[in-house]
């Protein structure tokens, strides 16, 4: 079964500090890895994703940190707001046969930014 | 542009009922995808279809079906609801991935009880 662990489940972030949310993966077929942003009714969406030949890739607060022979990678978002209060996904593919792509996700980070 | 919709919105089932969860996108995106997503669970793929006519197993397909008649619409069944998929359903779709893989858009969800 391949999988993705995320962690930690929850985190509570000044406003103004970094928030970092961590996965690992252990398929190393996996070659896309992107991190999907979920607020309350509304369904998951793509927020930053890189691919396994950077190690670093940054839009704006948030960046992604991967780390190819450590099989991990990490979402950082600086300087914390409050409306960055969501659930975050990280999430990994990679050809899954017939030329086919199947997202395989983590559990979930819930993130709450305190004023 | 709408993206993806689906509907109802919400819905509740008594145990043995049946229906179908709508899903509708305007992007002619050829792959299509069903998750589901229980709290602390991340979303697990039902179903996907990589275009009109072609349709495959996820992770956690029974109890489900799935048609694809066309680019646009691809509606999930559920037979005869238990209360295990008591969840919140999520359709999304993405381009051809020829080149590789694309980003997932997702919809805003369909809240299933079935009591």
């Known amino acids: 079964q391949q999988q993705v662990k995320q962690s930690p489940q929850s985190l509570i972030v000044q406003k103004g500090g970094i928030s970092i949310i961590n996965c690992a993966y252990e398929?190393?077929?996996?070659?896309?890895f992107p991190w999907y942003q979920q607020f309350p009714g509304k369904g998951p969406a793509l927020l930053i994703a890189i691919r396994p030949d950077v190690s670093e890739k940054k839009e704006g607060r948030f960046t992604i940190s991967f780390n190819k022979s450590a099989k991990q990678f990490s979402l950082h978002i600086m300087d914390s707001q409050p409306g960055d209060s969501a659930t975050y996904f990280c999430?990994?593919?990679?050809?899954?046969?017939?030329?086919?792509?199947?997202?395989?996700f983590g559990k979930g980070t819930k993130l709450s930014v305190i004023p | 542009n709408a993206g993806v919709t689906q509907t109802p919105k919400f819905r509740i089932l008594k145990i043995g009922q049946s229906m179908t969860l709508q899903c509708t996108q305007d992007?002619?995106?050829?792959?299509m995808y069903w998750y589901r997503q229980d709290p602390g669970m991340g979303l697990k793929l039902i179903y996907y279809?990589?275009?009109?006519?072609?349709?495959d197993k996820g992770e956690v397909p029974n109890g489900y079906n799935v048609s694809r008649s066309t680019t646009e619409d691809f509606p999930l069944r559920l037979e005869l609801a238990a209360p295990s998929q008591t969840s919140v359903y999520f359709c999304a779709s993405s381009p051809r991935q020829g080149a590789g893989n694309q980003p997932q858009h997702f919809g805003d969800g369909t809240r299933l009880s079935i009591l």
């Open positions: 398929n190393t077929a996996f070659d896309y």
């Open positions: 992007m002619n995106h050829n792959y």
């Open positions: 279809s990589v275009g009109a006519g072609i349709t």
């Open positions: 999430a990994a593919t990679g050809d899954s046969g017939a030329g086919s792509y199947q997202l395989t």
